[in-house]
Each structure stands twice: as structure tokens, then as C-alpha cells.
């Protein structure tokens, strides 16, 4: 933002001139991507602050030896609460500091200034998750694939007598009183077949609910998070300045 000095009113005296200047501000440019950046940078750097208090704090409430652990409803509530208020310190500090550093004396571009802030940080928190996870689910496929292949070729190299091992694997359990053909006639029964398709129903029923909820959430704490970035931005955008010279 540019600003040009005009002259409001000028007093000639005998002793001198004094002359009362006022600096109006000039619409050259809207949006300051030097604040915008650097209120994402305090975003995510308070974030990760914040976090590690949080994690200091309920490590510290864990203690197995005593039997003191909070137990996990309660533990995953507090952590949830923790969260969405570090989150939404974070923003409102990172939008104050993005209007402030915009330098432009208006209300609604101060606010702009917070929303960019805010967003630009959701979308990079959001591309580290995931790369980040990314990796980590590739390397354990990755592991998981050469466990395998070596699996199948520790098997190809050793020849034993299969049928010789199955029997007596099932001798040995119907001397512990397991019947393998009752367990296989069980398994195939129509009935045991329902009781397991409705047991499946109900747990993709119970993951449904808690993806819904989960998406709820994360819903809400955006838009809290981008009202947090654009209240900031607004508080803090600087006034207009007065100068006499």
C-alpha cells in the first residue's frame, strides 16, 4: 500500500509556515503476499508448539504403575478439546499478524488478509498429512510385500510331505478334543453364515457413523478456523495514521 501526502491546510505566520499534512491511502494493491506468508508461518509454528505441550501434558497423565491412566473416552475427549482451541489460537494469532503486516487501514481487507492466512495453512498442514502418510503406508506395503516374497520362496525351496504334516496336525488336535470336520461343518452351516453377515452389517454400520462424525467434526473446526483467521485479521489491521509535519 502506497500512501501520497496531501495538504489539508497551510498557516502562514511571521514566524513560518506550518503545514498540516495528511496521509490518505492510495489503491495500488489489495493483497500483501509477504503478510499472507508470514501468518502461515506463525500459524504452524504455534501449532507445533502447542502440540507439544499437549503431548507433554497427557504423557504426563499416564502412569501404568500407579493405575492412574485416565481411561480412553475420556483421554480422546480432552486431546479432541486441546486440538480445536490450539488450532484456533494459532489461526487468530497468525491472521492478527498477516493484517498487521498488510499495512492496509481497511476493516474488510484485513480480514481477507486472515481468511488467505488461514487457508494457505489448512492446505499445506494438509499436504504434509499426506505425504506424510503416504509414506508410511508405502513403506509398510512395501515390507509386507518382501515378507511375502520371501515367504514364497523359503517355500519353493523346501519339498515336504504335505499330507504327511495335515494329518498328523489333525491327529493332534482331536487328542486335545478339537474336532476339525465339526468346526468346517459349523463354518458352512447357513445359520453361522447369517450370525457373520450381520456381524459384518453392524461393524460397517458403526464405521459409517463414526466416518460421519468424523467429517462433521472437521467440518465445524474449518469454519471455526477461518472465522479465528478472519477475526484476526480484522483486529489486526492498522488504523489510519495521521502525520504532521
Same mark, same amino acid.
Given at each position: 500500500?502506497?500512501?501520497?501526502?496531501?495538504?489539508?491546510?497551510?498557516?502562514?505566520?511571521?514566524?513560518?509556515? @506550518? @503545514?498540516?499534512?495528511?496521509?490518505?491511502?492510495?489503491?495500488?494493491?489489495?493483497?500483501?503476499?509477504?503478510?499472507?506468508?508470514?501468518?502461515?508461518?506463525?500459524?504452524?509454528?504455534?501449532?507445533?508448539?502447542?502440540?507439544?505441550?499437549?503431548?507433554?501434558?497427557?504423557?504426563?497423565?499416564?502412569?501404568?504403575?500407579?493405575?492412574? $491412566?485416565?481411561?480412553?473416552?475420556?483421554?480422546?475427549?480432552?486431546?479432541?478439546?486441546?486440538?480445536?482451541?490450539?488450532?484456533?489460537?494459532?489461526?487468530?494469532? !497468525?491472521?492478527?499478524?498477516?493484517?498487521?503486516?498488510?499495512?492496509?487501514?481497511?476493516?474488510?481487507?484485513?480480514?481477507? @488478509?486472515?481468511?488467505?492466512?488461514?487457508?494457505?495453512? $489448512?492446505?499445506?498442514?494438509?499436504?504434509?498429512?499426506?505425504?506424510?502418510?503416504?509414506?508410511?503406508? !508405502?513403506?509398510?506395503?512395501?515390507?509386507?510385500? =518382501?515378507?511375502?516374497?520371501?515367504?514364497?520362496?523359503?517355500?519353493?525351496? $523346501?519339498?515336504?510331505?504335505?499330507?504327511?504334516?495335515?494329518?498328523?496336525?489333525?491327529?493332534?488336535?482331536?487328542?486335545?478334543?478339537?474336532?476339525?470336520?465339526?468346526?468346517?461343518? #459349523?463354518?458352512?452351516?447357513? %445359520? =453361522?453364515?447369517?450370525?457373520?453377515?450381520?456381524?459384518?452389517? #453392524?461393524?460397517?454400520?458403526?464405521?459409517?457413523?463414526?466416518?460421519?462424525?468424523?467429517?462433521?467434526?472437521?467440518?465445524?473446526?474449518?469454519?471455526? !478456523?477461518?472465522? %479465528?483467521?478472519?477475526?484476526?485479521?480484522?483486529?489486526?489491521?492498522?488504523? #489510519?495514521?495521521?502525520?504532521?509535519?
Amino acid at each position: 500500500m502506497n500512501y501520497q501526502t496531501g495538504v489539508a491546510d497551510t498557516h502562514h505566520g511571521v514566524a513560518g509556515t @506550518h @503545514h498540516a499534512a495528511v496521509v490518505t491511502p492510495t489503491a495500488t494493491r489489495r493483497i500483501s503476499w509477504g503478510a499472507v506468508f508470514a501468518g502461515v508461518a506463525i500459524i504452524l509454528a504455534v501449532q507445533i508448539t502447542l502440540a507439544l505441550l499437549g503431548a507433554a501434558i497427557g504423557l504426563g497423565t499416564v502412569d501404568p504403575l500407579a493405575q492412574e $491412566t485416565p481411561d480412553a473416552s475420556t483421554f480422546g475427549t480432552a486431546a479432541g478439546v486441546y486440538w480445536g482451541l490450539s488450532i484456533l489460537l494459532s489461526v487468530l494469532l !497468525g491472521g492478527w499478524v498477516a493484517g498487521r503486516l498488510a499495512g492496509i487501514p481497511r476493516n474488510f481487507d484485513g480480514l481477507i @488478509h486472515g481468511v488467505l492466512a488461514w487457508s494457505v495453512g $489448512t492446505l499445506l498442514t494438509v499436504y504434509l498429512l499426506t505425504t506424510s502418510i503416504g509414506g508410511l503406508i !508405502g513403506g509398510a506395503f512395501g515390507m509386507v510385500g =518382501n515378507v511375502a516374497r520371501t515367504a514364497t520362496e523359503a517355500a519353493s525351496n $523346501t519339498n515336504p510331505d504335505m499330507a504327511g504334516m495335515a494329518g498328523a496336525v489333525t491327529d493332534k488336535l482331536k487328542q486335545s478334543g478339537i474336532d476339525v470336520g465339526r468346526i468346517k461343518s #459349523e463354518a458352512q452351516n447357513p %445359520a =453361522n453364515q447369517q450370525q457373520a453377515e450381520q456381524k459384518a452389517r #453392524e461393524a460397517a454400520d458403526r464405521s459409517a457413523s463414526v466416518a460421519s462424525k468424523a467429517s462433521l467434526f472437521a467440518f465445524l473446526a474449518l469454519v471455526l !478456523g477461518a472465522a %479465528a483467521g478472519a477475526i484476526g485479521g480484522r483486529m489486526g489491521r492498522p488504523k #489510519e495514521i495521521l502525520a504532521v509535519h
